[in-house]
């Protein structure tokens, strides 16, 4: 029988692209799950969020390496569902999500990568970026209007800027692994014919037509301009640094699943681990522990509590 953890690498290895030259979009099947049934996905993933809860414990103590996580993927294609179910088992303390909006004022005023860099993880911490810089190559790129408001010199504005972005990107992920940070990035693959079942539901959910924008439908319209931006922008940026995995994404549970597997499978490759206690502070802590059991209970006898 194939364990879990095979079953794990499987899926990160058949969904990162390690080869981005030749990588298509088409070779990945939006509705692709792994030959595992929702119940079974469920269950593995139950032992991942235990799995992830000890090993961003162990990153947070260590306070040496840090962990950024983008996610991008057209509108309801998951990100939100991925965030609350893959860190649930997380300590808030340590992780830290930011959603990146329309850019203000303030961030027009910088180069696209400037309003990134204040919110990237500390040391010990999991960052993630639901949305990111990434915008800049891909909805920027799709709708011209949007590169006017950021008021570049016209000069600068040529053939060659989407190429001369991807550089940018690449030099930048590469500037974080060299200071300590693991950059995984995941698209979430997600089908048209999805996406309308998806929109459609949340115009007739009460609880999630709020979720709703026009904007959406005009999306919509871009599709396959919207595809070929991903593509061109998977290939030129994906590198052994910060790779990107390319996540089926119609059905949510396989989707969190293969998302899961490949955060493990990076924190673990840090091999990470609880600080050591020292001769001296080992010897101190037994003084602590000497003094407390030497008190007195104010109810009674010394009883150890199992919280």
Partial sequence: MTSAKSESAKFIKRYRVDAPASF????????????????????MLAGDVKQLA???????????????????????????SVVAHVMSGVNPQGCEVHSFKHPSAEELDHDFLWRAAPRLPARGRIGIFNRSYYEDVLVVRVRPGLLQQQKLPESLIGKSIWEERF?????????????????????????????????????DDPAKRWKF?????????????????????????????????????????????VVASAVIEALESLQLAFPKVGAADLKELRKVRKALEAEKPSGGKLRHRRD
């Avoid at 414990?57 to 939100?80: C, F, H, N, P, T």
């Avoid at 301009?225 to 549970?253: C, F, G, L």
Wanted: charged content about 35%.
């Fill in 213 to 257: 924008s026009m904007d959406d439908v005009t999306e919509r319209k871009r599709w396959d301009q919207n595809m070929a931006a991903y593509e061109e922008m998977i290939r030129s940026t994906s590198t052994p640094a910060a790779p990107w995995h390319v996540v089926p994404a119609d059905h949510k549970w396989f989707t969190r699943l």
């Fill in 54 to 80: 000890d090993l961003q414990a162990r990153l947070y103590a260590e306070d040496r390496w840090s962990l950024l996580i983008v996610l991008q993927g057209m509108d309801a294609a998951g990100k939100d």
């Fill in 167 to 203: 550089q940018d990107i690449r030099a930048f992920e590469r500037h974080l692994a060299r200071s300590g940070t693991r950059v995984l990035k995941f698209f979430l693959h997600l089908s048209k014919e999805e996406q309308r079942r998806r929109f459609l539901d949340r115009l």
């Fill in 24 to 43: 298509r979009l088409r070779s990945i099947d939006c509705a692709d799950t792994g030959d595992l049934d929702k119940d079974d996905a469920q269950s």
